[in-house]
Nanobody, 113 residues
Framework: QVQLVESGGGLVQAGGSLRLSCAASGIILSRNAMGWYRQAPGKEREYVAGIGKRGNTYYADSVKGRFTCSRDNGENMLYLQMNSLKPEDTAMYYC???????WGQGTQVTVSS
């Protein structure tokens, strides 16, 4: 059974940084394409960043240059380093395995102005 657990969210001032983590069990992350999504209140869930099986990374235009998606194959972890945070980055952030359709429970990120 695949399980994803996100952590690292919190309250931060604009311009600050957070590092989100996604711990996986029941699956080997390095064999799957994965992504980070976010959903703000009243809005649809949107793609933020992702990493392919070969380690290539992809970013939404809104976070390009500020966020970095990475994977630790040894620890079976996925990360999202978020720098220069803006109030519009406030949302629940979810880890997602694209190949299996699995989702984590999410971690809340709140950026104050």
């Amino acid at each position: 059974q695949v399980q994803l657990v996100e952590s690292g969210g919190g309250l931060v001032q604009a311009g600050g940084s957070l590092r989100l983590s996604c711990a996986a069990s029941g699956i080997i992350l390095s064999r799957n394409a994965m992504g980070w999504y976010r959903q703000a209140p009243g809005k649809e869930r949107e793609y933020v960043a992702g990493i392919g099986k070969r380690g290539n990374t992809y970013y939404a235009d809104s976070v390009k240059g500020r966020f970095t998606c990475s994977r630790d194959n040894g620890e079976n972890m996925l990360y999202l380093q978020m720098n220069s945070l803006k109030p519009e980055d406030t949302a629940m952030y979810y880890c997602h395995i694209m190949d299996t359709g699995s989702w984590g429970q999410g971690t809340q990120v709140t950026v104050s102005s």
